[in-house]
């Protein structure tokens, strides 16, 4: 095999942009799309010269494709996904892999038992800012932490809500800004400073005629006494995009595109156990961050999953990885519903109850004009 053969199922907004970035990726061939919609799935599939489908297990059994995106609604990333993967197909699910704990666990399960390669679209795990930031955790340069945090709010317009009527409901995706905005920059947070052990939670619907939260807040708290501050929102502008992680031997910030690393000449603790000056300050360096020109982007992402399948590749963004960020949406969610902590790992049956719960109070919503577009500032970072 010299190119992965890739079908995309839901070739709506993202799923069409991913199409048109396979053209460049030689690594990968498209080779069918699929759409419930019947013109959508006809259009994309004319576009690029590719056999269409209506109905996702036809284009999986139709012998045309070795991995799938899927790039539906979330609801039916966990299906489609387990579908293929019990038919050997390797497989990039959109973000989030899924809408709770327990079908994102059943995705993780399903791609260990048949071996198949499973990665999820956490484009921003490409770019060079999070692969610098990633290796200076993982190289144990900011000792242990001891506070984070992060902020992450990204305007959305009430035509923005209303171009779907999946969109901004309980019964559609599962919740709002947490699950559909926020889980790039959640993985971030989560894959460089850990999984926090409990959530106190208030979220809110501030500013649009939607079911779900466009706001959320939270308070932290890690297994060896870290405490964290997360807020996340559509209702914000300008946009902020701030993380930050104090450790005992160095602290890290990454602001809109950049990274700053200050390395602490002593370890603080150490530090203030021993200094015999009253108003001394600890003595702290910046570094120079070195960003590789690399490549990235949806494609990066893409073009990883096939050189893995092709070559052996070490995936950029694991599956498995992505159930990170599932843990924290369901455990903020939950906890601002609920206006109580709630545990993580969290209670799988208890959250699959509460979802359920919360799809029953879903109104139907009428759209007066469908519109499949995806946003036209992402693809290139
Ligand atoms: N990684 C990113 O940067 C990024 C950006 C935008 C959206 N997304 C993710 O992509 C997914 C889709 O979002 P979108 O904005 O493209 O939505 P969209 O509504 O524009 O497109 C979704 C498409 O899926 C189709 N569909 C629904 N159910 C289906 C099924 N069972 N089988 C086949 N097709 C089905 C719909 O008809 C629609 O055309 C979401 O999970 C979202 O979180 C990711």
Sequence with gaps: MDKVRFGIVGVGGMGSGHA?????????????????????????????GVKGFTDYEDLVDSGLVDAIIVATPHYFHPPVSIYAMKKKIHVLSEKPIAVTVKDADA??????????????????????????????????????????????????????????????????????VLI????HKIDVFMSLGGLPSKVLAWTNTRRHKIEVEDEASALLSYKGGAVGYYHTSTTEFPNTEYLELCGENGKLVM??????????????????????QMWDQPKAREEVVELEKRESGHAAIIRNLARSILYGEPLLS????????????????????????????????????????????????????????????IGKA
């Design 20 to 48: 048109r970035a396979m053209r460049d990726i030689e690594e990968v061939k498209l080779t069918a799309v699929c759409d419930v919609d019947r013109s959508t799935s006809e259009r994309v599939a004319a576009e690029h």
């Design 107 to 176: 995705m993780v399960a399903a791609a260990k038992a048949s071996k198949v390669k499973f990665a999820v679209m956490y484009q921003t795990r490409s770019t060079p800012e999070y692969q610098a930031a990633r290796k200076l955790v993982e190289e144990g340069r900011l000792g242990k932490i001891y506070r984070t945090m992060c902020v992450d709010s990204g305007f959305r317009s009430q035509a923005y809500y209303d171009s779907a009527a999946w969109r901004g409901t309980w019964k559609g995706e599962g919740g709002g």
């Design 180 to 183: 559909n905005q926020a889980p």
């Design 255 to 276: 602001y809109e595109d950049k990274v700053r690393f200050w390395a602490l000449e002593k370890p603080l603790q150490e530090f203030s156990d021993t200094t015999p």
């Design 318 to 377: 694991p599956g498995e990885e992505g159930l990170m960020s599932v843990e924290f949406i369901n455990a903020t969610i939950m906890s601002g519903k609920l206006g109580k902590p709630v545990k993580i790992p969290v209670d799988r049956k208890a959250y699959s109850a509460f979802i359920e719960k919360m799809k029953r109070t879903s109104k139907p919503k009428r759209v007066k004009e469908a519109k499949r577009i995806t946003d036209p500032r």
